[in-house]
């Protein structure tokens, strides 16, 4: 059954310092999002991705946020200078032409020391 | 903004016994709704969905109910397994088409005792 992989599962980094987390979406699908969860609190969106342009986004998606689709295949989202706060599990998911049902990996959990 | 809340953040039921999993919203744009299971390091798995023009979708021991009016949904289990433990969350879908995003709820999490 197709799914959504996330690398890696585990990234720690000290404040201030670059991260990229990757994501595969299941491969017929269009639309692709980022969510995050800090710990103990709601899954937050973050950014929608449609036809290699954003789509939408939060609050939480400032200018040290960025995303990309660098090869059809794979799906990034850019933390420019990490900050403590932005220690969350971030979760990519994607859905299809036809359906509602956004089909999530299974994360990649962020540490900022 | 609490646009979906789940009020209940635990419940615990027996084995092969209903539960019931309650959810309400604030936004009446809202056109989609779903639930998602989650497990401890796992990513959310969906799991059942209703759209706003029903007010009942059902597969397997898993049910959802709509009412529109009490901007109230449910999600009933039958019977429910020690492997339905887990995280629930509510969401809901805003806007057309599908790039809506979802909005979640806090989450209830599901104690099925053998």
């Known amino acids: 059954e197709p799914e959504v992989t996330q690398t890696p599962s585990h990234q720690v980094t000290q404040m201030g310092q670059e991260v990229i987390l990757r994501c595969v979406p299941i491969?017929?699908?269009?639309?692709f999002y980022w969510y995050r969860q800090i710990l103990g609190q709601k899954v937050e969106f973050l950014v929608s991705f449609y036809n290699n342009e954003i789509s939408e986004k939060s609050e939480i998606f400032d200018d040290q946020f960025s995303v990309e689709r660098p090869d059809g295949s794979n799906f990034t989202l850019k933390i420019r200078s990490t900050k403590l706060e932005d220690s969350a599990m971030y979760f990519c998911?994607?859905?299809?032409?036809?359906?509602?049902?956004?089909?999530f990996g299974p994360g990649t959990r962020l540490t900022v020391l | 903004d609490q646009q979906v809340k789940q009020n209940s953040p635990s419940l615990s039921v027996q084995e092969g016994r209903i539960s019931i999993l309650n959810c309400d919203y604030t936004n009446s744009m809202f056109d989609y709704f779903l639930w998602y299971k989650k497990y401890p390091a796992e990513g959310p798995t969906f799991l059942i969905s209703?759209?706003?023009?029903?007010d009942k979708n059902e597969d397997g021991r898993f049910t959802v109910f709509l009412n529109k009016s009490a901007k109230h949904l449910s999600l009933h289990i039958v019977p429910s397994q020690p492997g339905d433990s887990a995280v629930y969350f509510c969401a809901a879908k805003e806007g057309s088409g599908n790039t809506g995003k979802l909005i979640f709820g806090q989450g209830t999490t599901l104690q099925v005792k053998p």
């Open positions: 209703i759209s706003s023009i029903k």
């Open positions: 998911a994607s859905v299809g032409r036809l359906y509602n049902e956004q089909f």
């Open positions: 491969s017929n699908h269009l639309y």
